[in-house]
């Protein structure tokens, strides 16, 4: 356990530790904090997604096949069930265990050659590699983290006519899409139009998508599987890196409580901060006194994961400290990082593993420590953080 039992979360998200576990704000949003209440409403087939941008994609032209991430009933559950066979437990260890393996030696032999390097950088190349070879995105050109980077910025700017800042913000979303399109995506595609693969492009061309659709698909796969993946490492790091006795326990470990040890820090630490579900019916969701709460249809619902996740009705006694394996009380995961019923992210063995796969690797070098720790940003639109600037070094090679 770590040594501080009251509050071992190194993320200060500006939000209170309790409160409420259901209400509704001046806004007319209701702010979920309960596990039960959380896990309740993300299970429930009569809220759809909200927020992440849904509301952009629903003005595009009805004959456009939406992103998975912005499809909701019948259509949505038969395309998790087609492609869950990209991220079961078993695919992930024999199919990218070995391109993990290669892909986290290949980056730190720059942290060898060089004595210190970013960890941000050689988090991301690792998410990257690993996501590339799920999705199909394997004839990319070079400067894949480049694009990625323009288009998922630290800030965002908002695209509008109205001023030249907005028409920057077109311009450059143009710019990215267009860059991604033509330098990753459609490349792919062709090799794949003339010969399948066992990968997630091939399956979107069998299901007769259209490029543009495939490229939708691609960018919401790598804001899933790339950008939070890249942050988490960094997160785990961070934790491991100060925390002395938690560190001797990863190195010790076998991979399962190494894998426990990583899913408990992201249960302290989610990724990303909030879900957001609009009802489509009346919902009823549970209060602790055993009551409900009845959310009526066409409200948004904002899951706090941060308060859910240490919920100590669903995860024991001291819910802020780092406890891996903890015995939980009224929850079937440590928390709610991932998500929960039909846009449980598919990726999470992959994030996991990659981590786990990268940290050991990490953490086995002769002498490797923290020479800067990371600047904290926040993304709003997830409620999401963004760390940067983290150095590590070793003795240079």
């Given at each position: 356990m770590s040594t501080d039992a009251t509050n071992a979360r190194k993320i200060d998200r500006g939000e209170a530790e309790d409160g409420c576990p259901v209400s509704r704000g001046s806004d007319g949003v209701w702010a979920v904090r309960s596990y039960a209440a959380a896990r309740t409403a993300l299970r429930s087939t009569d809220t759809v997604q909200a927020g992440l941008g849904v509301e952009t994609v629903e003005k595009m032209p009805a004959k456009i096949r939406r992103p998975v991430l912005y499809r909701d009933g019948p259509e949505h559950r038969e395309h998790r069930r087609q492609t869950a066979k990209y991220f079961t437990p078993r695919r992930v260890d024999e199919s990218y265990r070995e391109i993990m393996e290669r892909v986290a030696e290949e980056q730190l032999d720059k942290l060898r050659g060089a004595g210190q390097a970013q960890l941000s950088e050689l988090s991301f190349n690792l998410a990257i590699e690993v996501a590339c070879a799920v999705i199909g995105l394997t004839e990319s050109r070079p400067g894949l983290d480049h694009r990625l980077e323009r288009f998922f910025p630290e800030e965002f700017g908002e695209p509008g006519f109205t001023s030249l800042n907005g028409l920057y913000w077109i311009w450059r979303q143009a710019t990215n899409w267009s860059g991604i399109y033509f330098k990753d995506v459609r490349p792919a595609v062709r090799a794949r139009r003339a010969q399948r693969r066992d990968d997630l492009i091939s399956h979107l061309l069998d299901e007769g998508c259209s490029s543009a659709e495939i490229l939708?698909?691609?960018?919401?796969?790598?804001?899933?599987?790339?950008?939070?993946?890249?942050?988490?490492?960094?997160?785990?790091?961070?934790?491991?890196?100060?925390?002395?006795?938690?560190?001797?326990?990863?190195?010790?470990?076998?991979?399962?409580?190494?894998?426990?040890?990583?899913?408990?820090?992201?249960?302290?630490?989610?990724?990303?901060?909030?879900?957001?579900?609009?009802?489509?019916?009346?919902?009823?969701?549970?209060?602790?006194?055993?009551?409900?709460?009845?959310?009526?249809?066409?409200?948004?619902?904002?899951?706090?994961?941060?308060?859910?996740?240490?919920?100590?009705?669903?995860?024991?006694?001291?819910?802020?400290?780092?406890?891996?394996?903890?015995?939980?009380?009224?929850?079937?995961?440590?928390?709610?990082?991932?998500?929960?019923?039909?846009?449980?992210?598919?990726?999470?063995?992959?994030?996991?593993?990659?981590?786990a796969i990268f940290l050991k690797k990490l953490f086995a070098l002769p002498d490797v420590r923290m020479q800067t720790p990371p600047r904290v940003s926040f993304n709003d639109a997830i409620g999401g953080y963004e760390l940067r600037d983290m150095v590590v070094a070793v003795p240079k090679s």
């Open positions: 939708g698909e691609c960018i919401t796969f790598a804001a899933a599987g790339m950008v939070t993946t890249r942050e988490f490492v960094n997160l785990a790091a961070w934790h491991l890196f100060t925390d002395s006795a938690l560190l001797d326990r990863y190195r010790a470990a076998e991979e399962p409580e190494q894998l426990a040890i990583l899913h408990e820090l992201l249960r302290l630490e989610p990724v990303v901060g909030h879900l957001r579900r609009r009802t489509t019916a009346p919902v009823e969701l549970p209060t602790e006194d055993g009551e409900t709460v009845t959310v009526p249809t066409g409200e948004i619902i904002d899951i706090q994961v941060s308060a859910t996740n240490t919920d100590p009705n669903a995860m024991g006694d001291q819910p802020l400290a780092v406890c891996p394996a903890r015995p939980l009380n009224d929850a079937s995961a440590p928390g709610l990082s991932f998500g929960d019923g039909a846009h449980k992210c598919p990726g999470s063995n992959i994030a996991i593993m990659e981590t």
